[in-house]
C-alpha cells in the first residue's frame, strides 16, 4: 500500500496530498482585488510552486477543474490558461460556473497531476 504524504496541513486541508505517484493540490484561489485575469495568473503561479515542492511541474498534470464565479470570463480565464499550458501537455480539463467561498472570488483551480 503507498504511503500517503500531506504537506501544509490545516485544519481543513492540505495544500498537498501526494499518494504514491499522484499529486492532488487543494483548490487554488487568486487575490479577491484582482480582476479574472490576475486572478487566473496567481492561480497558475500558486500552482506552478505546489506541483515543484511537491516534485512535479506543469507538463505533469494530469486533470484540471476550474470554477468560475461567471461563465462571462471564460474567454479570458482562456486566454492566461492557453498561454500556461505546454504544448503538447494540456491535461484532462473541466470548466464550469460555481458560486466560489467568497464574493470577490472570480476562479478556483483544482489539479490532480503525476510525480
Known amino acids: 500500500m503507498a504511503d500517503i504524504t500531506?504537506?501544509?496541513?490545516?485544519?481543513?486541508?492540505?495544500?498537498?496530498?501526494?499518494h504514491g505517484?499522484?499529486?492532488y493540490l487543494?483548490?487554488?484561489?487568486?487575490?479577491?482585488?484582482?480582476?479574472?485575469?490576475?486572478?487566473?495568473r496567481t492561480c497558475l503561479r500558486k500552482i506552478d510552486?505546489?506541483?515543484a515542492e511537491a516534485g512535479?511541474?506543469?507538463?505533469?498534470?494530469?486533470?484540471?477543474?476550474?470554477?468560475?464565479?461567471?461563465?462571462a470570463d471564460f474567454a479570458a480565464l482562456n486566454e492566461v490558461w492557453n498561454a500556461w499550458v505546454p504544448e503538447g501537455h494540456a491535461p484532462a480539463r473541466a470548466c464550469g460556473e460555481a458560486k466560489l467561498a467568497r464574493p470577490q472570488l472570480k476562479v478556483e483551480?483544482?489539479?490532480?497531476a503525476a510525480r
Open 6 to 18: 500531506r504537506m501544509h496541513t490545516g485544519v481543513r486541508s492540505s495544500k498537498i496530498v501526494i
Open 21 to 23: 505517484d499522484t499529486i
Open 26 to 40: 487543494t483548490g487554488q484561489v487568486g487575490n479577491p482585488e484582482e480582476d479574472i485575469t490576475e486572478q487566473t
Open 56 to 71: 512535479s511541474d506543469k507538463t505533469r498534470i494530469l486533470q484540471t477543474t476550474i470554477w468560475l464565479a461567471d461563465m
Open 109 to 112: 483551480f483544482i489539479v490532480t
Open 49 to 51: 510552486e505546489l506541483l
